[in-house]
């Protein structure tokens, strides 16, 4: 009786044995195309794929109160890259205005990116931007914080 048994628990042990091995190869094939799937998706930004240089190398903690507008093409160089950085100021509302300019270009991307964690401060573009070739932009912060902002612009040549 009790060989029975175990030849039974052998039995089944052995089919489940077979039935995982039929399946690994086609469960790999499935993750391996989802995989593919997902990583062309993330990638991709109006059917242009983004290069390594083109990824935000520090990007900070929080995208809550990031500006990002346009988008970055494979013809696309950076223009500009500056940091921005104001501390807290007890019952002061600070703010920076500054513009970019340049006539042989036109931007196609504008992105202010929080540094770090998020202040909730804010950024947003004032005049010009996006197919012009100025733009200027405002950094604010909350009542009695400050901000830190990597601001990015990108373009091609007229």
């Keep these: ?5 175990i030849h039974n628990y052998i039995f089944v042990l052995d089919k489940i044995k077979i039935t995982l091995y039929i399946m690994r190869p086609i469960l790999f094939v499935v993750l391996a195309a989802l995989s593919v799937f997902l990583t062309t998706e993330a990638a991709s930004i109006d059917g242009d794929l983004i290069s390594e240089a083109d990824s935000i190398e520090d990007q900070g903690v929080s995208g809550r109160y990031d500006l990002i507008e346009g988008n ?14 104001q501390n807290a100021k007890p019952k002061e509302e600070l703010h920076e205005d500054f513009t970019f300019r340049d006539r042989k270009i036109r931007i196609t991307a504008i992105e202010a990116r ?14 010009g931007g996006i197919n012009q070739n100025f733009a200027e932009i405002r950094l604010k912060s909350r009542y009695g914080s400050g901000y830190h902002y990597k601001v990015e612009i990108y373009g091609r040549n007229v």
């Design 1 to 5: 009786m009790l060989l029975n048994r």
């Design 114 to 127: 929080e540094v770090g964690q998020t202040q909730w401060a804010t950024a947003r573009v004032l005049k």
């Design 72 to 85: 970055i093409g494979s013809g696309d160089r950076l223009l500009f890259r500056k940091y921005y950085k």
